[in-house]
């Protein structure tokens, strides 16, 4: 038997209430790593479909009911995630779960009051992790915006390194290049991780050539992404300004963040009273009451000559429509929020920047709790983030103690193919790793795979 992957890990027992966007992409997600999964939802219909399509065990009732909860298993649930369109539910979900399970408890919490409090929230409540979707999907636009010639970017350790996507435009000095030129010719404190061409998505070796339209991620310590970007011809200043159609939450979020770091902010918002509760909220941004899918009226505020263009209203269809139109008649770099995940093939062949799924965010950081959980062995996962819809995989693991990975030169090391060991970081420093560096107790390492499922360092071994 493989060393590596022994002792044979157990999926958790895992209840699941509220059955919308975000908790069926976990039951599919969750199903899919083997975990052992209820469901309980309020819609009777919902449930009969879901338990049916994805083999869980399904519950109509109230989440936050104690009996529903008993019938449910609580009192064997290794965990209980609560995604319901209510904070106050998910609050109470988890709570009555502390009182009667020992299990960790997840909640969904979106209001700008709460989230404020998470923190209190999370240590009077017992709480493994409270997650804001609306903020964790402003940070990710406002990442962007920092590099806005970024289609993605993505932070770990601490905020010290980064995962960034690009197209390779026509004419770019990298096409045609190998990734070993790249380290010789351009920089060696970047490394590409993976690589998507026509559909397919490579984890690349020093011989990988580079082409026109390949859509690259790479990793490299902050401080040096900027330099790689402006060596290989692209702007690298953040904007100036931004215009904002629709006024919900991950407005406010997104608008607060961004005049922090000095970018202008105009909001566009159709509810009279929600512009006069966001100018209070906002008094450094502007707020215009007007139908943001009005041709007139974008043209009227600027549309042509603004740096970005987020719109973040509820309707998806709205959102594309509105980056395709502002891709006609302005150059500002346009994010686009999804909160549905059908048509994703139609959408990828849409020209629409950067887009972004607020779900995933949600999923991602949960995946990556449930994942460390699961693991028996002392090494657990910090972050993870699903490259090219779900095709790879970015792990950060936090290596506690020793083990067949530790103290052996890279090259030395037999790893899993389509597997690469992107960074280490060790002392509050980002290194790119040679096949000569080795993995060390309190290093931070991460790895970039197309396999899927990791919840051990020592999976990166064959």
Do not use: W
């Amino acid at each position: 038997m493989n060393k590596s992957k022994s002792p044979i890990r157990q999926g958790l027992n895992i209840i699941i209430v509220g059955c919308g966007k975000v908790g069926t992409t976990l039951i599919e997600q969750l199903s899919r790593e083997g975990h052992d999964i209820t469901i309980i939802d309020k819609n009777a219909a919902k449930v009969q479909e879901i338990s049916s399509v994805f083999d869980v065990m399904g519950l109509a009732g109230n989440g936050a009911s104690y009996s529903v909860q008993m019938e449910a298993g609580i009192e064997k649930a290794d965990l209980i995630i609560a995604v319901t369109d209510s904070d106050e539910l998910n609050l109470l979900c988890c709570t009555v779960a502390k009182q009667v399970g020992d299990c960790g408890a997840i909640a969904r919490v979106r209001t700008p009051d709460y989230s404020k409090e998470a923190g209190y929230l999370r240590e009077k409540l017992g709480l493994t992790m409270i997650i804001n979707p609306e903020l964790e999907a402003s940070r990710e636009i406002a990442r962007i915006l920092y590099v806005p010639t970024a289609l993605e970017v993505n932070s770990f350790a601490h905020g010290q390194a980064e995962i960034i996507k690009f197209k390779i435009p026509e004419g770019n000095i990298l096409s045609g290049m190998t990734i070993a030129n790249l380290g010789r010719d351009i920089t060696n404190e970047i490394l590409i991780c993976a690589i998507e061409r026509k559909g397919e998505v490579y984890i690349p070796d020093g011989d990988f050539q580079l082409e026109q339209d390949d859509i690259i991620s790479f990793v490299a310590s902050r401080r040096f992404i900027r330099s790689f970007l402006k060596k290989i011809g692209f702007k690298t200043k953040q904007v100036k300004n931004t215009m904002i159609i629709g006024g919900g939450k991950a407005t406010y979020y997104l608008a607060k963040h961004l005049l922090t770091m000095g970018i202008d902010v105009k909001i566009i918002e159709q509810n009279r009273q929600r512009c006069e509760e966001l100018s209070i909220l906002l008094p450094e941004a502007i707020i215009i009451n007007g139908d943001g899918t009005d041709q007139e009226l974008l043209k009227e505020e600027g549309i042509e000559y603004v740096e970005s263009f987020i719109p973040l209203t509820g309707i998806d269809e709205e959102n594309i429509m509105l980056t395709l139109h502002a891709r006609q008649v302005s150059d500002a770099k346009v994010i686009t929020k999804i909160n549905r995940s059908t048509f994703k093939d139609v959408i990828s062949r849409l020209d629409l920047g950067s887009v972004i799924y607020p779900r995933y965010i949600t999923c991602e950081a949960i995946i990556a709790y449930v994942r460390a959980k699961k693991n028996s062995m002392n090494s657990n996962i910090e972050t993870l983030y699903h490259m090219f819809d779900n095709r790879a995989e970015a792990i950060e693991f936090r290596v506690d103690e020793e083990s067949e990975v530790t103290g052996i030169p890279l090259k030395d090391l037999t790893l899993k193919k389509d597997l690469l060991v992107s960074f280490i970081y060790r002392n509050g420093s980002v290194r790119i790793p040679s096949g000569q560096d080795t993995i060390e107790v309190g290093d931070t390492v991460m790895i970039v795979t197309t396999h899927t499922g990791f919840d051990n360092i020592k999976d990166i071994l064959k």
